[in-house]
């Protein structure tokens, strides 16, 4: 008989996005992108950083500075957008992304430029903002469907 307490699909995947999440070196929001096509394959994985290239320890990670120069923010790339571009499958049309945090309206467009078709995302704290009320305004009307994670409580420990 087989084995019954196996992961499914979903769990899965926001495993691998909250695993790749690890890889942050922000010491405030850790996110991890995990996108997956229609047959079940991951085609990509992301999570925030600087970009390639830039060494992570002469970056600023403040949130707040004397000028947004010296904050994180104008130089930092979110998940989805590493996710996205680090994809070495081709097409990503119909493709599902599994994010730990909502996207930002940026983020927003490069999945719809994309043809992701779905996102999965586990936590909305900034909910409130203009940027993520305009992310929802843009996946309404460019046909990309969003919904929260479900989760069911499960806790997996990796010892690593
Ligand atoms: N969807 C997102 N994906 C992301 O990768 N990020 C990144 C950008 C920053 O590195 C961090 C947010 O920092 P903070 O403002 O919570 O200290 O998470 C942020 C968002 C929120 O829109
Ligand atoms: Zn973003």
Not at 48 to 73: A, I
């Amino acid at each position: 008989m087989k084995r019954n307490d196996y992961i499914s699909w979903d769990e899965y995947f926001m495993g691998i996005a909250m695993l790749s999440a690890q890889r942050s070196k922000d010491n405030s929001t850790q996110v991890g992108a995990c996108i997956v096509n229609d047959k079940h394959k991951i085609v990509s994985v992301g999570y925030n950083g600087m970009p390639t290239g830039c060494d992570d320890d002469d970056m600023p990670w403040e949130r707040e500075g004397e000028s947004s120069l010296d904050t994180k923010y104008p130089f930092v790339c979110h998940a989805e957008l590493n996710a996205i571009l680090n994809s070495s499958f081709g097409s990503l049309n119909g493709c599902t992304l599994y994010v730990t945090l909502f996207p930002c309206n940026e983020c927003a467009k490069a999945i719809i430029q994309s043809g992701i078709k779905r996102v999965v995302y586990k936590c909305n704290k900034y909910a409130d903002t203009d940027s993520v009320k305009a992310s929802c305004i843009l996946f309404e009307k460019c046909g990309v469907s969003f919904e929260e994670y479900r989760s069911n409580g499960k806790s997996i420990v990796l010892s690593v």
